[in-house]
């Protein structure tokens, strides 16, 4: 017997429960998950098309997921998934921004595609640059995965947009503790989406990433916060100047993912605004912030000469989905990272390498703590100019980023250190001396060329264990920065039986490069193309749309 009314409202939601592992997801809805630490899960996409922020995950392949993480497989047409494991929450949801996240898309490719007709007659030092977008909003509001999902609709589209990370808390494709810009030509690792592939980790499935690397060394904007806007500012200049050079990441631009900002940071807003050139400033789910973001960038700022300089704010609502990311949970999901740098995880095992050095062959820097130091030496917001001119560079020369520190155990033991390549210095004059004059700003100037782990170090030697990721029978480069990232203990070499790799399988993405053509009369609800869009005299806001039209590539919000 049944009771009046149940049966018509099962029959309205979105999963059919088929079998205890089996999830069937309507088109427009989202099966999210959370995997607690050292749990795992395993999924596999047995009918139709899903993707996890943006890449597309193929068919009849089971991909691992490993925790501490929170996350979701969406749809735009439908699929049947089947999962293994013990996620500690598990529910589809059919209230998903995917449609907003998709329409800031749509508008961003028209920008791309604007530009890249224009730069077809114009000469190489005249070109335009692609959407540069800005995604900021308050903690756990959902940057970096819009900032994830932005870069992968653009890479099916065959761009290569810059995915910058300001974020050192939670680095993209590093261990955290640095800012970093990485050209997205290839689809994302989504079984490991802190780290993914880079060249460090040698042969993948997955085409490995190559970020430009800066140090920071903390995940406190405030403990030191003009090394962070110098830091910001020599990686904008890295960033436009491959904009510059290289006319397809040029055309496509780039999305620059934030740590959590307020009104109150409005400063380190306006600098990257500046040193990225931003255009498009994105604001996740606060009225407020865009609002107040609004009065403060319009009345700051006189309307730039170059139109295409012009800023626009847009506004987004926030994901229901976003998670909050409690301390436990990030500092877990960090000593990961860490972990998987030196060793990989159990599709890519790597073997670090252990050397041995003396105390007196390296140099050790330490971010100085800005509470700690001479207020009147900080620069003025305006003299972080990405701009290389001597009296520049001679303004900056007096600030003191660093401080020297002498190795100890009790100093080093079981940290984390990047190891930075001022190649233009003789570093002997500097192992026997204390006089850092010019070394300081090199050492700032320079990318971070790895990390090391130290193992131990024992005073009565004076020498140090440490690990580093590539083969060596001595350190790539004596300079050594000190990041606030220690492991609890040495985790040793960690022995894995089976070494498997994904077959390649064949993707059939629901956004396949090139297939979507957005619609000549693309309806968002009052934007306009973006590089038309008057400077922030209009906050947008992006709506949803409930009815879809099919194209030939699909299906399409309206
Ligand atoms: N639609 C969703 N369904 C399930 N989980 C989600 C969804 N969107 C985001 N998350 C998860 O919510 C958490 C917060 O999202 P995200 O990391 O993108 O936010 P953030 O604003 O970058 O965070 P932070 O302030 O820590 O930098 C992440 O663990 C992310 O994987």
């Not at 049944?2 to 018509?8: F, R």
């Not at 409202?9 to 989202?30: F, M, Y």
């Not at 865009?290 to 006189?302: F, G, M, P, Q, Y």
């Not at 190795?407 to 930075?420: A, D, F, K, R």
């Amino acid at each position: 017997m049944s009771l009046p009314g149940l049966d018509q409202e099962a029959s309205s939601v979105a999963v059919v429960q088929e079998q205890s592992n089996t999830i069937t997801l309507k088109p427009n809805s989202e099966w999210r998950y959370e995997v607690s630490n050292d749990e795992t899960i395993k999924v596999k996409l047995i009918d139709g098309f899903a993707e996890i922020f943006g890449t597309e995950i193929s068919q009849n392949i089971e991909y691992t997921f490993r925790g501490p993480l929170k996350s979701c497989i969406f749809t735009y047409r439908g699929c049947k998934l089947q999962f293994s494991g013990d996620p500690s929450s598990e529910y589809v949801s059919e209230e998903t921004t995917m449609p907003i996240y998709f329409n800031l898309h749509t508008l961003l490719e028209e920008q791309r595609k604007y530009v890249t007709a224009q730069n077809l007659s114009r000469k190489p030092n005249d070109r335009l640059k692609g959407p540069r977008v800005l995604i900021i909003g308050s903690k756990d509001c959902g940057r970096t995965s819009l900032a994830r999902i932005l870069v992968s609709y653009a890479q099916k589209m065959d761009r290569q947009p810059l995915l910058v990370s300001l974020n050192p808390q939670e680095s993209a494709f590093t261990p955290p503790g640095v800012l970093t810009g990485t050209p997205i030509s290839e689809m994302l690792n989504v079984e490991n989406i802190n780290l993914g592939e880079t060249i460090t980790t040698g042969a993948s499935f997955y085409h490995q990433k190559q970020p430009i690397v800066k140090y920071y060394g903390s995940e406190s904007l405030e403990k030191n916060e003009p090394l962070y806007k110098y830091e910001v500012s020599r990686l904008g200049v890295s960033c436009l100047s491959r904009l510059e050079e290289d006319p397809i990441v040029g055309n496509s631009g780039l999305v620059v993912d934030t740590p959590p900002l307020s009104i109150k940071n409005l400063n380190i807003i306006e600098n990257i605004i500046s040193d990225f050139e931003i255009n498009v400033l994105v604001v996740i789910g606060n009225e407020r912030l865009s609002i107040d973001l609004k009065k403060k960038l319009t009345k700051l700022n006189n309307p730039p000469s170059d139109p295409s300089k012009k800023l626009n704010l847009v506004k987004v609502a926030k994901s229901g989905g976003c998670v909050e990311k409690d301390d436990s949970f990030i500092r877990s999901r960090q000593q990961r990272v860490i972990k998987e740098y030196f060793y990989g995880f159990d599709k890519i095992v790597l073997s670090p390498y252990t050397i041995t050095v003396a105390y007196n062959e390296v140099i050790l820097f330490q971010s100085t703590n800005t509470n700690e130091f001479d207020q009147s030496l900080i620069p003025s917001a305006d003299s972080f100019i990405p701009d290389s001119s001597n009296a520049d560079r001679k303004g900056r020369s007096t600030m003191n980023f660093f401080s020297r520190f002498e190795p100890s155990e009790s100093s080093l033991q079981h940290c984390i250190l990047t190891m930075v390549n001022p190649s233009q210095l003789d570093l002997q004059k500097y192992l026997y001396t204390k006089d850092d004059s010019g070394l300081m700003e090199d050492v700032a100037n320079s990318s971070v060329l790895g990390f090391a782990y130290v193992i131990g170090a024992d005073d009565s030697k004076e020498r140090l264990r440490i690990l580093i990721p590539q083969p060596s029978k001595q350190l790539p480069s004596k300079v050594l920065i000190l990041t606030d990232y220690r492991l609890a203990s040495y985790f040793g070499g960690r022995s894995v039986n089976s070494v498997e790799m994904p077959s390649s399988g064949s993707l059939s993405p629901d956004v396949a490069p090139g297939s979507i053509k957005p619609s000549k009369k693309v309806s968002l609800n009052s934007c306009q193309r973006v590089d038309q869009v008057p400077r922030l005299t209009k906050i947008v806001e992006l709506k949803s749309c409930k009815n879809h039209h099919k194209t030939e590539a699909g299906i399409l919000p309206e």
